[in-house]
């Protein structure tokens, strides 16, 4: 699998994923992939790394997403490759559309950095398969802007049709229904603010961040890789 984490100017969780996918999965390939870079065509998996694109200027991800890379990114998640976008990388996929909703400062306005319960709400993507439906998880988070935001009929769509993959365990940020992750309605595209990149060892508090990696290469091996 060729994995491409996607680097832009002022990105901070880019060396956290290039580690979990090297050091936890069998990627055979993890490239740091520059936000001027024409495309992405090439790669298997993307990953929008958390961080502070462009300084957070106007609001965060509404910059990174007129990157040039961003065109690309939006045409591979279009042919259903995965697509994952944790924090700032969440912040963008809402930015460019392909996810729905949008994030707002945090309800007391404060930036939060700790690590805190989440529930795994649909265990049957290509992201959460090696999770268990309703399983509690301790994953850090780091944002000021993870408030999400949507109109009604959004979060009825998004409930009816599962989308709602991670929720917190308790109103952490002022999240409409608690949400902490959705997907796209193909599935294939995950955004999450939660970081689960920073959950890969238990040394560092918590490895429930793991499967998530470990299952998009699976994921990708049953797919591509011919076993007797
Ligand atoms: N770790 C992150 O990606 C968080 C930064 C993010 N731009 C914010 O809302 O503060």
Redesign the pocket.
Known sequence: MKAAVIVFPGS??DMDMYHALTDFTDAGTVDFVPHTSETVEAYDAIFL?????YG?YLR??AIARFAPVMKSVIAEANKGKPVLG????F?ILLEANLLPGA?KRNKHLK?MCRTVDVNVENADTCFTRAYEHGERLRIPI?????NYECDETTYETLKADNRIVFTYGSDVNGSVGNIAGITNEAGNVLGMMP?PERAMEAILGSEDGRRLFTNIYRHWRDRHVVTT
């Open positions: 901070n969780g790394p958390g961080g502070f694109s957070d965060s991800g944790v924090c700032n990388g912040q994030m930036y780091a944002h000021g802007e993870g970081h």
